[in-house]
């Protein structure tokens, strides 16, 4: 029993701190943009960020908790730790050299090196969600172009200067908390499924808490989503929070783990093609793909092996 206790309050830490590493790997996909456009201090976005985060797992993020269900278990023990250890470990190395990181496919990654092993991998599954996420940044990439074109034309329509910039203003700050909501309805609801696959309100209270307070970690990140892949201004800034909150916010509808990170990146750079491809960093894009297409492999394999080392000593 002793043993069983320790497994299970370990496997809390790791789940509890694994939020907050998501919290401070994603803020800057809320806030990120922001920054870049000069529109908010970071305090203000944390705050933003943290509401639209709490109320999002709150709402909807029971839609995603089933979905590890179908392919490992729903509580905590060794395979929750050895998600939840691997996943965390990633994060933390992406965060540390500064690259939004799609934790979506570190944790559904380890979730099929835990049945990889156990000889049981859910192919229907690993093909619908890959499909998934290799779409994500491209259809983002093109709401973003079709929405940046229409909020163009309508930006014509408004005469007075000083009313575009209050009302693209306004767009931002509700795309960012919009973006945060998603991110709690999709990623902490999937997260949250780790401990139950019907979690209790209480518990994605305290989920969505503590992917907030990991906003306090995101100034590095929000530098280089904001900064380095597109010199973004105000209109550009509201059609990535909305474009890529939109698309996620679909397949939360639809129960399927998707990446924020992705969509913002891929509304980014669709924003960056509408203005002039020159304004796009090519080697850090082509750095981030490659880093996105090796995390669910490379999760997979090392929670495995984590897994068949857990079992070894107990």
């Known amino acids: 029993m002793d043993i ?15 939020l907050f590493m998501l919290g401070a790997n994603n803020a800057a996909n809320a806030i990120g943009a922001l920054m870049g456009a000069g529109l908010t201090s970071i ?15 709150l709402l909807e993020g029971y839609k995603l908790s089933m979905v590890l269900s179908e392919s490992i278990w729903t509580s905590l023990g060794f395979e929750s730790s050895s998600i939840l250890l691997v996943s965390t470990a990633i994060t933390l190395f992406a965060t540390s050299i500064g690259v939004p990181l799609p934790v979506t496919l570190a944790v559904v990654g380890g979730a099929w090196g835990i ?12 093909t619908v969600f890959s499909i998934t996420w290799v779409l994500t940044p491209a259809v983002a990439a093109f709401v973003s172009l079709v929405v940046y074109a ?5 930006r014509r329509l408004i005469r007075k200067v000083l009313d575009a910039a209050l009302l693209e203003g306004a767009i931002s700050l509700i795309g960012s908390f919009y973006i945060a909501y998603v991110l709690g309805a999709n990623t902490v609801g999937l997260i949250s499924g780790l401990t139950s696959a019907h979690p209790p309100l ?6 969505g808490l503590i992917t907030g307070l990991g906003g306090v970690k995101s100034i590095k990140v929000c530098q280089t989503v904001g900064g380095q892949f597109v010199d973004l201004g105000i209109t550009a800034t509201a059609i990535v929070q909305v474009s890529s909150a939109l698309v996620i916010h679909a397949l939360t509808q639809i ?15 669709g924003v960056g093609i509408f203005k002039g491809v020159r304004a796009i960093n090519y080697a850090l894009v082509a750095r981030v793909f490659f880093l996105w297409a090796l995390t669910p492999v490379i999760a997979a394999l090392l929670t495995c092996l984590v897994y068949a080392q857990l079992l070894s000593l107990w």
């Not at 069983?4 to 694994?18: D, P």
């Not at 705050?47 to 797992?57: E, H, K, Q, S, Y």
């Not at 049945?115 to 690993?126: D, K, L």
């Open 202 to 207: 209480i518990l994605l209270l305290i989920a």
């Open 150 to 154: 229409v909020v163009r034309k309508l």
């Open 115 to 126: 049945s990889f092993y156990s000889g049981q991998i859910p192919w229907g599954q690993v």
């Open 255 to 269: 129960s399927c783990p998707a990446s924020i990170t992705q969509a913002v990146v891929g509304a980014i750079l």
């Open 4 to 18: 069983q206790y320790a497994i299970i309050l370990s496997s809390a830490a790791l789940w509890g701190f694994s």
């Open 43 to 57: 305090r203000l976005g944390q705050a933003i960020f943290m509401l639209g985060v709490t109320l999002g797992a």
